[in-house]
């Protein structure tokens, strides 16, 4: 879709060889031209602003507050000392300030620690005497790349039993009985009995079990697939229902937070010392975040994100993209000339390249991490 008249990337000069029609694109005035330029990037907006008010009123928000959840930190994988051991964090705390300011949803944590380039995190953590620490942490900042690309800590989960399987052999469980040993070993969250119960599939464990304030001991079979038939809830979830009235405000908070979200990562990309060019994905990245089996939430929810993605990436004062006409445009409008024909199409041409090698990036490193 080409607009008559313009310079753009599709590199074809032969119109201006002619003289200026006036209906093309060369032939008006600059404000004009501008809210041309500048109509594509606000539907982008607007659509994703509807796409984010659509799910909120049709599924509402979950979100699990950072006040009073829990991190779990594996010390090892693979045998190699994970990142979140080697940044200082412990199983147990409680995240409760990221350079000074308090983190409102637990998922958001790690990725506003890149995003922000945050400096010191402090956590709430239980000292031996039974009481509360508080302690600070420094980021050294070489971690930022390993931050955006690999997992420091995830939600502890209690090992609270929520509901039964129905074809579960473990009929001694009740819903709310917490086990807090297999094997001897002390349970606090359901990660340290994962490895334990892949330990025994298909065969019997040992288990404590508090119910109330008794302690029961009992013998569990435990299936081929390593686990015991039970369910759990995600503790300190919450939910929220919006009215069509209240689901608009929140669309267009959600999208607003999206694309400040998206500043702060082009931001990173702009230090190549942060290593987030390493994150940059293509239409592999989109296809793999997408669930396995069709989900409406989740592919209506990655499209809003990739409409705001669109926007705010032709933005960018990048010639061939719509920010590049923007800020020619508004040089014209200030200044009172027009760039020629000539200048344009250079800048287009360089703009391209640009386009080209960030398009390369991406496919490099979907490439790369499937390859691994």
């Known amino acids: 879709c080409k607009i008559a008249g313009m310079i753009d990337e599709s590199m074809d000069t032969e119109h201006l060889k002619n003289e200026p029609q006036p209906w093309e694109f060369r032939s008006k005035p600059a404000w004009q031209r501008l809210l041309v330029m500048f109509g594509g990037v606000l539907f982008n907006f607007i659509l994703g602003i509807m796409l984010f008010s659509f799910s909120l009123y049709k599924w509402g928000d979950a979100y699990i507050p950072a006040e009073g959840s829990h991190i779990y930190v594996y010390e090892e994988i693979d045998g190699k000392e994970t990142l979140g051991k080697k940044m200082g964090f412990k199983t147990g705390d409680m995240i409760i300030a990221l350079d000074g300011k308090a983190p409102e949803d637990f998922r958001q944590i790690q990725i506003d620690m890149a995003r922000d380039m945050v400096s010191t995190v402090t956590v709430q953590r239980d000292n031996a005497d039974g009481g509360k620490d508080t302690i600070n942490l420094h980021i050294d900042h070489k971690y930022i790349a390993d931050i955006l690309n690999t997992p420091i800590f995830e939600l502890a989960i209690p090992f609270v039993i929520s509901n039964l399987a129905e074809n579960t052999s473990n009929d001694i469980l009740q819903v709310n009985d917490r086990i807090v040993k297999l094997d001897s070993t002390r349970i606090r969250y359901v990660q340290d009995a994962l490895p334990l119960l892949e330990a025994k599939a298909g065969q019997d464990i040992e288990a404590t ?91 209506i929810h990655i499209l809003a994100m990739i409409s705001i993605i669109l926007a705010v990436m032709n933005l960018l004062p990048i010639p061939a993209l719509d920010g590049g006409h923007i800020v020619f445009t508004i040089y014209e409008m200030i200044t009172g000339r027009k760039p020629s024909d000539q200048f344009l199409y250079v800048m287009q041409l360089i703009g391209m390249i640009l386009i080209f090698g960030l398009m390369f990036l991406a496919f490099g490193n979907d490439i790369a991490r499937l390859m691994k």
């Open 209 to 299: 079990i508090l119910r109330d304030t008794s302690l029961i001991t009992a013998t569990l079979p435990v299936n081929k697939d390593g686990n015991i038939g039970v369910y759990f809830t995600i503790p300190n979830l919450k939910r929220i229902k919006y009215s069509f009235a209240e689901s608009i405000p929140a669309g267009l908070m959600k999208a607003y937070d999206a694309t400040i979200g998206q500043i702060k990562d082009i931001r990173l990309l702009a230090k190549p010392s942060t290593g987030a060019y390493k994150s940059v994905g293509s239409v592999i990245a989109i296809t793999e975040a997408m669930p396995q089996q069709w989900n409406w939430y989740a592919f």
